[in-house]
């Protein structure tokens, strides 16, 4: 079985599923009014230069989130 791992931590196209959102407050909030709930599959699909941010795929739309933002979301890798 596939090892929880922090969202920041995701290589370029790697598929993964959301298990947890940790943060609370305005942030939480806002993390899962962008559709960042547990059980959504997403995919890296770039990250900057400098590796902040990351720009993630999910159902038909392209976000991008800082790595501060994605330190509250756990992931676990998904099998092709």
Do not use: Y
């Not at 959301?18 to 559709?35: F, H, K, N, P, Q």
């Not at 960042?36 to 990351?54: H, Q």
């Amino acid at each position: 079985m596939a090892q929880d791992m922090c969202l920041r931590k995701a290589k370029v196209n790697q598929k993964l599923k959301i298990r947890t959102v940790t943060a609370e407050g305005e942030l939480g909030r806002r993390i899962r009014d962008l559709g960042l709930i547990p059980g959504t599959e997403v995919t890296v699909i770039g990250k900057a230069p400098l590796r902040d941010p990351v720009a993630l795929r999910l159902r038909d739309f392209t976000l991008t989130l800082r790595n501060s933002e994605a330190d509250h979301i756990t992931v676990t890798p998904l099998e092709d």
